[in-house]
């Protein structure tokens, strides 16, 4: 048995418990306060008596990060789409109609899908900040501001605390928690990394940065001092996204930069590989655009050697991307350059409602895998690949591709041999792309 600390609010336990029932392997012990403020004790209380960690949200983790031991792995639940669908749902339901909003969560890219997806015209406000309990003050008076000055019709808000403060000011406005399904891709995760990927938590991974427009930038001074300020200024905001990945950062010329991290924060800060959203940072605030390429290795020479691999695959894409190569020198990009574009739950094609429900597998999986295929414009796939692009086992892929076998969502296309030993991998191609 695995043992998993949940800390959380005590709204999460009946949830959290619902989906536990789906994982036999997992044996929990619940820390549950309405008190967020409680979750670093509660992180100190469970060390020693677990094998992986879970929070309730960003929050509480990002305030308990200095307990949480290097070896122990430790996930919280993210604000997906879907938990947005349900969360206009309810102020649907209260303001009957409502056309402008402030939002402190998520991308546009969710409210742009539900105009499309919808035929909607809702207009969103967006705080461009981290979310963070220090200013919490600070969200609230751009909630009000928003909604006395520019005239929103609501909130939607990530923090309990927010919500409550704008309930009190007479701000309409509805508190977004995560779904059921946000919490059983969380606790796949979480069962991947202490089975799969725990010896892999220490892994060296190296990254390098390249900018793409330096001698552009350059030109624009006539001043030595000025362009020495512009590199000290680039310099700065990379090492504090480095700071947040607990890594090393080293300038190897002037226009390229190499950090050195591990495995398992990196792939806590990224969620899985889904975002990294320093390339979007550096254009929007710096007008700054950069190349990363990311590399895992068994050896430092490897991971050095798949990070260069990577960032060519950057710039032959076109610059202003980030990719990874892995030890097996398999590639995962472009990665997305924004906050984690989400799938929601919500599919509004009768013919897909269909399917999900005969094959019984989460419509959102079907949907972030068409998401994907367009992205990528390529329909094949492994079972291997399906668990990166989901984050699950990839012995819960197998089930899936089964279900979707015997659907006609997917067939076989061929095999794919690897180049060590070891069985032939089967190749599944995508019948229904939309």
């Known amino acids: 048995m695995i043992t998993i600390g949940i800390i959380g609010p005590s709204w999460t336990n009946s949830r959290i418990k619902r989906s536990m029932d789906m994982f036999p392997n997992f044996d ?41 031991p290097s070896n122990l792995p430790a996930h919280f639940i993210p604000i997906k789409g879907g938990s947005l669908y349900r969360s206009l749902y309810k102020l649907q339901k209260r303001l009957t109609n409502f056309n402008m909003i402030s939002i402190d969560t998520l991308s546009p890219h969710e409210i742009n899908r539900i105009n499309q997806e919808l035929n909607e015209s809702i207009t969103s406000i967006h705080y461009d900040s981290r979310l963070s309990l220090a200013q919490t003050d600070e969200i609230v008076a751009f909630h009000e501001a928003a909604y006395k000055k520019q005239k929103t019709d609501c909130a939607l808000t990530g923090l309990k ?57 350059k030109r624009q001074f006539t001043s030595e001092q000025r362009i020495q300020r512009l590199y000290l200024d680039v310099q700065k905001a990379i090492l504090d996204f480095v700071e947040v990945l607990e890594g090393y950062l080293t300038a190897l010329s002037g226009n390229e930069y190499m950090f050195v991290t591990t495995r398992g924060t990196f792939e806590r800060v990224t969620q899985g590989y889904k975002y990294f959203p320093l390339i979007q940072e550096m254009k929007k605030e710096r007008n700054v655009r950069i190349s990363v390429g990311i590399g895992f290795g068994v050896s430092a020479n490897e991971a050095g050697s798949h990070a260069r691999m990577a960032l060519t695959q950057s710039i032959d894409f076109g610059g202003e991307e980030c990719f990874i190569v892995k030890e097996d020198r398999s590639v995962i990009g472009p990665i997305d350059k924004d906050a984690p574009l989400t799938y929601p739950l919500n599919i509004t094609d009768e013919e897909l409602l269909k399917l999900t429900e005969e094959t019984n597998i ?55 041999k690897q180049q060590t030993k070891g069985r032939p991998r089967q190749v599944y191609k995508m019948l229904l792309t939309r």
């Open 161 to 217: 605390v927010v919500s409550k403060a704008l309930t009190k000011k007479e701000v309409p406005n509805e508190w977004i928690v995560p779904t059921e399904e946000d919490i059983i891709v969380t606790l796949e995760r979480a069962l991947l990394s202490t089975e799969q990927r725990k010896k892999l938590e220490s892994q060296i991974v190296f990254g390098i940065v390249h900018i793409d427009n330096m001698d552009q930038l």
């Open 362 to 416: 989460s419509p959102y999986y079907l949907r972030k895998v068409n998401s994907i295929i367009q992205r990528q414009h390529n329909d094949t796939f492994t079972a291997q690949d399906l668990a990166v692009s989901l984050g699950v086992t990839t012995r819960s892929a197998h089930r899936i591709l089964l279900a979707w076998l015997d659907a006609n969502i997917v067939e076989i296309t061929g095999i794919e």
């Open 28 to 68: 929990p012990i619940y820390q549950t306060s309405n008190n967020i403020y409680d979750a670093p004790k509660f992180t100190k209380a469970l060390i020693g008596k677990c094998d992986v960690l879970l929070y309730s949200g960003f929050i509480p983790y990002s305030i308990s990060k200095h307990e949480i």
